[in-house]
């Protein structure tokens, strides 16, 4: 059978599943799972009834077991562990995860529930590691960490050495670094293998070690893990504690799904979703999470209307000036978002902040001026064209002109607020900047249209 990907997995084929399934017919289910990815079956539990993806579950070999539900979605992992007892989450899954993956999975129950599981573990300093995984926060370093690690004593030689990595490896899913400690366990550097296979058998390590090693507290935010692993292109990243003990390491995998997650939140974020959701979670959920921007945007429309009717004499005496509103709004909204989503990714980054030099500001103001120039002179050009009269070309350049800079400024200097009293910046991105920038663009655009009239007729 040729190796099948996730664009394999149509409707037929998951027919052809069920109905194995239903005859339970446990060769042929196995025969057609046989060369999929455990990704590609946690993908098939989604079209699968709890009974016949715990049918499916108990087919697979314990390693394959536990690398799918790894892959699951949050709930799905949730409503199946749920339905098992907590010996057999311990013998079929977690004794058979790393220990971050475990601690992640364990992080979705009860207390209760954890503390029966950890109670199964046979090894128990392996259910102690987990154990101590589950005090961290999930939003640090000690949160995403994993245990499984092959470190080795300064002052061993090379024998020594290659003997403990041997024994450390058969622990370990892949081996990024080997790690260098003192007798209390504090890092002191990387080994590299190169040097590993050229050195002499009496040679001792701290002679050898590479001293220039970059490690995080267990109490780093995963924004800035993120950060240094990115900046520096590292695969795994080492975390100590207070004291500098090496108590665990961070794999690039780990950093692409926190990565992934802060994507998945900043979007939601952008888009007036103030809560984590899923398409699968209840309508109150959804309602929850939707209502509170959907609310602000209300009340700026309203105080938008009002904006509006402070003018209403100048509208009533040229109406005309009402077509151009719903442009100066528009352009102010795109401005201001297009300014802080360059920001809030710079914050991202680490590359800015608001002690940040004053360089980069400067630039974003500059293209600021560039757009509103071009901007406000094409559409004087467009109003000339059409003969729309002197009061009326100079208010829409005039605001477009004031509004584009104003947005851009707005834009820019919003999320580094945000972000100094601790506020995701990423909401500036969304309706909060949309929202303020149409009701003070409306201002700006109909005090022109009152200015230039009535210093023009």
Known sequence: MPNMTTFDLTREFIDSLRELIDHHDEKAVLALLDDLHPADIAEIYGELDLDEAKYIYFLLDDDTAADVLTELPEDDKLRFLE?????????????????????????????????????????????????????????????????????????????????????????????????????????????????????????????????????????????????????????????????????????????????????????????????????????????????????IGLLGGVLGSRVIGGFIGILGEHPHLALFMPLIGAMGGNVGIQSSAIVVQSLASGSMGLDTNWGKLVKELTIAFLNATVLSLIMFGYNYIVDAGWPLSLTVSAAMFSVVVFASMFGTFVPLLLKRINIDPAVATGPFVTTLNDIIGMFIYLTFGALFYALLL
């Open 83 to 295: 339905s098992l007892p907590s010996e057999v989450i311990a013998k079929r899954f977690i004794d058979k995860m790393d220990s971050d993956d475990a601690a992640d999975v364990l992080g979705q129950l009860d207390s209760s529930t954890q503390q029966e599981v950890l109670s199964h573990i046979e090894d128990i300093e392996v259910a102690g590691d987990i154990a101590d995984l589950l005090t961290y926060d999930e939003h640090t370093a000690g949160g995403i960490m994993a245990k499984e690690l092959i470190k080795v004593r300064d002052s061993w030689n090379m024998n020594t050495c290659i003997r403990s990595m041997r024994q450390q490896a058969e622990e370990v899913d892949e081996v990024y670094y080997v790690y260098v400690v003192d007798s209390r366990d504090v890092l002191k550097g990387t080994l590299s293998l190169k040097r590993l296979l050229l050195s002499p058998e009496d040679i001792q390590i701290r002679d050898i070690l590479n001293e220039d090693v970059i490690s995080v507290r267990v109490d780093t935010s995963t924004d800035e893990v993120s950060n240094i692993m990115d900046k520096y292109g590292l695969v795994a990243l080492p975390v100590v504690d207070g004291v500098g003990r090496l108590v665990g390491r961070i794999t690039i995998d780990d950093v692409v799904d926190v990565m992934r997650e802060e994507a998945e939140k900043d979007y939601q974020l952008a888009s007036g979703i103030t809560e984590d959701v899923e398409i699968s979670d209840s309508v109150w959920i959804h309602t929850r999470a939707r209502i509170p921007w959907l609310l």
